[in-house]
C-alpha cells in the first residue's frame, strides 16, 4: 500500500530499532510500534517521513519509515 501526504499511521512494526530521529525536545525518544503519526512526506522507494506531535502541537518526533512497517489508519478525503 502506498500512503499519501497527511495520511494517519500506525507503526505496527519496527525494521530498526534505532533511528535518525528530530523533534522538538533535545533527545526526542524514538518511535515504538503502536504509536500513530502522519505521512508529511514521500521520500520515494516505499521510505515516508511520519511525524508524531504533542497534544500542543510541537513535533515529538519526526523520522523515516519503509511502507511494511506502516498501516493506515486515516485517509480523510477533506484534508489539505
Known amino acids: 500500500m502506498s500512503f499519501d501526504i497527511n495520511d ?3 507503526i ?3 525494521l530498526t530499532d534505532e533511528r ?3 523533534g522538538s525536545a ?3 525518544p524514538q ?3 503502536g504509536e500513530v503519526g502522519t505521512v508529511v512526506d514521500d521520500v520515494g522507494d516505499g521510505i515516508y517521513l511520519v511525524e508524531q ?4 502541537g510541537y513535533t515529538r518526533w519526526l523520522a523515516e ?5 506502516l498501516e493506515l ?3 480523510s478525503s477533506d484534508r489539505d
Open 8 to 10: 494517519t499511521v500506525r
Open 12 to 14: 505496527v512494526r519496527l
Open 20 to 22: 535518525d530521529v528530530t
Open 26 to 28: 533535545a533527545e526526542p
Open 31 to 33: 518511535p515504538r510500534a
Open 53 to 56: 506531535l504533542t497534544a500542543d
Open 65 to 69: 519509515f519503509a511502507r511494511e512497517e
Open 73 to 75: 489508519v486515516d485517509r
